[in-house]
């Protein structure tokens, strides 16, 4: 995801930043010391709202209908009765539980006199295998980037299953940004945990048997992009295509293209969705733009308008005033007016650096948005690895408030 390099520079903030997702020109950036500032430059230019103009399915319904229902290659799972896992007890044969410090399934599959004996998922492996565990009714997005910069990240297959999405960030132009013949490309991780030797088949196996959606992430982290004619873009287009076969198949893009100052170049970016949303069907287009932005509001309405874009995802984090749970609300709420409450997904980050949100205010946060709008598409986590570090307080705490 990008820096937001004006905007941090104007800001002027001192402490950790950590590299961020989305965002896009920061002409009325918001400071610390005002929000309000913040309000009135997103209130500046009213756009046309989309939220009761757009017809049902003109953004691909199948995809926004829920990750959870699959619509594409993967297989949704039944929903299991899973329990959470508690020291001690002695479980019966068959049962699933979930297991908290990791976030994984795990069965009973072998008892003694007193069933699981009280063992511990991860240790004993007589009693115990890993399994899968749709959450019944997971409709809304639970998703987290996953960057491929990590030395030894967790494999795919492994991270907590609360997440049902997973953006693989990230895929970046060839020449540098902002790119020059159009073509992406993309790195796997560090193989610490056997990440990258795994790779593809983690991301197909966390497809077609945990029900999950990869979405690859273009851009971000300083690499702007530009589609000034269609020969670029068609050559994005036709590189896209060979990542998706490189990974064997994946349910998505991400748009993380907007840097410093650089405009997007809407009207060929919404061909290049169009054609990939041709070639592979239910294959999903979202953003994380800026939150106070003008120029990444037009461009999300244009989209969504043009049938080009499923969500677009804010991006709360890692910019002065921007982990405010009450800012929060009142922005979303800004999002919602203009491209109704299913096409947006709130983005946060949980971390202890300066700009990025505490475990509470996260929770507060996502309780003020749902009571606003019980029909938010979902929210997403920046980024799985810190989330693990962290003990999985985004997975643990805020994923299940959003698919209870």
């Not at 013949?181 to 610490?192: D, E, K, L, W």
Request: glycine share 12%; proline share 7%; charged share 15%.
């Amino acid at each position: 995801m990008k820096k937001l390099l004006k905007y941090l520079g104007m800001a002027a903030i001192g402490g950790a930043i950590l590299s961020g997702c989305g965002g896009g020109s920061s002409d009325s950036a918001p400071t610390a010391a005002s929000p309000a500032r913040l309000n009135a430059a997103v209130t500046a230019e009213p756009l046309v709202p989309l939220a009761a103009s757009v017809a049902p399915g003109a953004t691909g319904s199948a995809a926004i209908d829920g990750v959870g229902t699959d619509s594409g290659s993967s297989a949704a799972l039944a929903p299991c009765a899973a329990v959470t896992w508690r020291a001690g007890v002695n479980y019966p044969l068959g049962t699933v539980v979930l297991y908290t410090p990791n976030g994984l399934y795990y069965k009973v599959v072998q008892v003694a006199g007193n069933g699981s004996d009280g063992t511990t998922p991860t240790i004993s492996t007589w009693y115990w295998a890993q399994t899968t565990c749709a959450l019944p009714a997971a409709k809304k997005i639970v998703g987290g980037y996953y960057p491929n910069w990590t030395p030894s990240p967790v494999r795919i297959r492994d991270v907590n299953a609360r997440y049902n999405l997973i953006y693989l960030f990230h895929a970046v132009p060839v020449g540098g940004s902002p790119g020059t013949t159009g073509a992406v490309t993309f790195s796997a991780p560090g193989n610490g945990r056997g990440a990258a030797t795994n790779l593809k088949a983690d991301i197909q196996y966390a497809r077609s048997t945990q029900g999950r959606k990869i979405i690859l992430s273009v851009g971000g982290a300083g690499n702007g992009m530009s589609f000034p004619n269609r020969t670029k873009s068609q050559t994005f287009v036709n590189s896209i295509a060979s990542i998706y076969t490189q990974l064997g198949g994946i349910d998505g893009m991400d748009w993380n293209t907007f840097e410093a100052d650089q405009r997007p170049d809407t009207a060929e970016m919404i061909w290049i969705s169009l054609e990939l949303k041709k070639r592979y069907p239910g294959f999903i287009i979202s953003a994380p733009p800026a939150p106070w932005n003008q120029i990444d509001k037009e461009f999300c309405r244009a989209m969504v308008a043009a049938g080009a874009m499923d969500y677009a995802a804010p991006q709360y984090y890692d910019g002065p005033g921007l982990n405010d749970p009450a800012y929060v609300a009142e922005n979303v709420k800004q999002w919602v007016s203009l491209l109704g409450a299913n096409r947006v997904v709130v983005g946060f980050g949980i971390s202890n650096a300066a700009n990025y949100m505490s475990r509470d205010q996260a929770v507060s946060a996502w309780n003020q948005v749902k009571a606003n709008h019980p029909d938010i598409r979902g929210g997403f986590n920046w980024q799985i690895h810190m989330d693990e570090e962290q003990g999985w307080p985004f997975a643990n705490s805020v994923a299940p408030l959003i698919n209870p």
